[in-house]
Structure formats: structure tokens, C-alpha cells
């Protein structure tokens, strides 16, 4: 061990070839230097994109979803204490830059780089093999232990079950915040959701807390329907699978909005090739959101922007942390937003290739890794 590895943890992480494999091998994880914090891991979200990152450029500690406690901290941190309950937050608002200020901390000027980036001092943070090994996000919270900058962290109140509070960081975030921040859905608006996977489900809840008077749940799978319905879809629609135009689907939306369509339409199935279906959905100078981050060519009619349509590709629901972590964790304690239902199974670090195998069997809403015995 080299001697910026001074006062190191032992952690197993799961390490990402590169190649699309991985393996949970051991690594060193730094003590905190300047304003950075050690945190212990109590659980991790699993999410499509730690599947993709798979073919990232490898050796990569895997996972940008998670809880855990502040284990140590650096001279510089302020504000946070050993043992502290945290959630990580993959978007790292430096909070000093013109998009911080104005409260769009998800785009920060300075915190793009996706896996790419060092913590505050440059000294490596994470030893595999004897080598320095880069994180997923900045994170990688599929590990024992993580070495983060303060900015990634959120308070979370001790009573808070870490295993259904770590998916508020991806997910939840991305579906509740694309409602609340960048759509700014009112009561007696309708909304349309495409797809019912978490972030779907996401979006159905923070469609429901916003007042939606009508909020329609599209999907293939008759059991994610259901789950729609519990979480507050007034309608829901089976899509067949021979409607692949959704023909079928948007006739439906359309009887039940006066002939109209829906004033919001969110995309959330991941699948990029549906990227512009939501404009199908819509009123005239309705808005269409595409949350799957789509990427790549997808064509479209220029019919279907007909007239007066915004688009919006929302990053991360316009995460600001410290405005909206806070407001999803008292929306958890009022019983608004129901995120244990969404965590359907649990599972430990080493059972990740059987939680990855479920994520893309689409058997779980949303499977979490779970490191230490937690709270219930
Ligand atoms: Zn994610
Ligand atoms: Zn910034």
C-alpha cells in the first residue's frame, strides 16, 4: 500500500471489469482528507444504469445509489458527525457555480463528469489490486465502505429504514422531481405515465401528492398495473403487444380527457426507441417529458409536436438536494410517498449477479443491496 493509502479500510466492493463482467473483490478505501467523509454503507439501489456501466471503461467500483453512516470526516467538513445516517447523491452540486445558485445543483458546472471524477484532494481515494480504481458517479456504493465529498451527502433522520430511503437518491428523485420541479404539475391536472417501473411509479406518486385529478398508467404487464393503482393511478390501460404504435393507447387517454389528451405525458420505460411517444399523449401546449434518458437517433413525426408542445428531457427530476431530499423524506414520515413498497427485495453483495439478473427480468420495482443489519 502506498502511503497516500494511510489509515485505509479493507472494503468488498463489486468491481466492474470493463468488459461486462464483475466481480466482488477486496479494496482500500482512504482515510478523509479536506472536505471529504468515509461512510459506511447500510444499503444500495440497484438501477439499469449500474447494469450498463458494466461496459464502462473498467476497473470501476459499481453503484450510485445508497445510505450509510459517516464513519470519518476531514478537517474541513462542517456539519456532519460520526455515526450520522446519510443518503448519497450521485449529482455533486459544488454549490458555488451560476447553476448551483440557482437552485440546479443536478447541472452543475463543475460535477459532469459521470465516473470519471476525483474527490476534492487530489489523492486517490480507492486502491484495487495496488492500483487506483475510479468510482461509478463519484460513488460507487455497491462497497463497504466509500470515500465521498461532503456535497454528495444528505442528512437522513435516524428513523428512516436505510434500505427503502436509498433509492430516494435515483429513482424516486428522478419520477417525484420530473412531477414537481420541471413539469410543475397543479391539482385537476392529468398526467399520463408510460412505463411503471420505479421511476413510473415515481412519477404516479408525485403526480398523486401534486393533485392530479387524472392520472392514467400505462403499461405491457398487468402486475405493474396494479402496483400503479396502489400508488395512486386513477386509470389504468394495458398496452397489447400488437399496439405498437399505441394507437390503441392514446384512443384510450384521449376518451378519458374530454377528447383532448393529457396536459403531461411521461416516458419512463427506458426504452429509447419510445423516447418522442409522449407527445402522442398530450393536448395541444401540452408538455411531453422523456425520463429514460434516451440517447442516439430516435425519428419522429413532426406531426406529433402539433401545436404549442413543450419537450423536456429532465436530468435527475431537477434534483436540488438540499431543497428536495428533505421534502421526499417528510413526504415518506406523512405517509405520501410510499417507497418500501417500491424495494421488493432485498439482497447482499454477493447475491449482485442474482439482483441484476432480476432488475433486467423486470421482477423487482426496485432491488437493494443491503450490507450491515439495519433498522427494520
Ligand atoms: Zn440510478
Ligand atoms: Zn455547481
Known amino acids: 500500500m502506498t502511503s497516500d ?7 468488498l466492493a463489486a468491481i466492474g471489469k470493463g468488459d461486462g463482467s464483475f466481480a466482488i473483490e477486496s479494496t482500500q478505501v482512504r482515510a478523509p482528507l479536506g472536505n471529504e467523509v468515509r461512510v459506511r454503507m447500510a444499503a444500495a439501489g440497484i438501477c439499469h444504469t449500474d447494469h450498463q456501466s458494466l461496459s464502462w471503461e473498467g476497473p470501476l467500483v459499481l453503484g450510485h445509489e445508497g445510505a450509510g453512516w459517516v464513519e470519518s470526516i476531514g478537517p474541513e467538513v462542517s456539519g456532519l458527525a460520526i455515526g450520522q445516517p446519510v443518503l448519497l447523491n450521485w449529482a455533486i452540486p459544488c454549490g458555488h457555480c451560476a447553476q448551483c445558485l440557482q437552485t440546479h445543483g443536478h447541472l452543475c458546472d463543475r460535477t459532469q463528469g459521470l465516473s470519471t471524477e476525483s474527490p476534492s484532494v487530489d489523492s486517490p481515494h480507492t486502491h484495487w489490486r495496488n492500483q487506483s480504481v475510479r468510482r461509478s458517479f463519484n460513488l460507487g456504493t455497491f462497497s463497504e465502505y466509500t470515500l465521498v465529498r461532503a456535497e454528495a ?29 420541471s413539469a410543475k404539475v397543479q391539482p385537476g391536472d392529468s398526467v399520463v405515465a408510460l412505463g411503471c417501473g420505479g421511476v413510473g411509479l415515481s412519477v404516479i406518486q408525485g403526480a398523486r401528492i401534486a393533485g392530479a385529478s387524472t392520472i392514467i398508467a400505462l403499461d405491457k404487464r398487468s402486475e405493474s398495473l396494479a402496483r400503479a393503482s396502489a400508488m395512486g393511478a386513477t386509470h389504468t390501460w394495458q398496452i397489447a403487444e400488437e399496439d405498437a404504435t399505441l394507437e390503441a393507447a392514446v384512443t384510450h387517454v384521449r376518451s378519458l380527457t374530454q377528447g383532448r389528451g393529457a396536459d403531461y405525458a411521461f416516458e419512463a420505460t427506458g426504452r429509447h426507441s419510445l423516447a418522442f411517444a409522449p407527445l402522442k399523449f398530450i393536448r395541444h401546449g401540452g408538455t411531453a417529458l422523456q425520463l429514460s434518458g434516451a440517447h442516439g437517433e430516435v425519428s419522429a413525426s413532426m406531426f406529433d409536436f402539433w401545436w404549442d408542445k413543450r419537450y423536456l428531457t429532465p436530468l435527475y427530476g431537477g434534483c436540488h438536494p438540499s431543497r428536495d431530499f428533505p421534502k421526499l423524506l417528510n413526504w415518506i414520515d406523512q405517509g405520501q410517498l410510499d417507497v418500501a413498497s417500491m424495494v421488493t427485495r432485498q439482497y447482499t453483495l454477493s447475491q449482485l449477479p442474482d439482483a441484476i439478473n432480476d432488475m433486467l427480468a423486470g421482477v423487482n420495482i426496485k432491488g437493494v443491496i443491503v450490507f450491515h443489519e439495519i433498522n427494520k
Open 153 to 181: 451527502l444528505t442528512p437522513l433522520p435516524t428513523h428512516q429504514n436505510m434500505a427503502h430511503a436509498c433509492i430516494l437518491g435515483c429513482a424516486v428523485m428522478t419520477g417525484v422531481g420530473s412531477v414537481i420541479n
Open 5 to 11: 493509502m494511510i489509515d485505509a479500510v479493507n472494503s
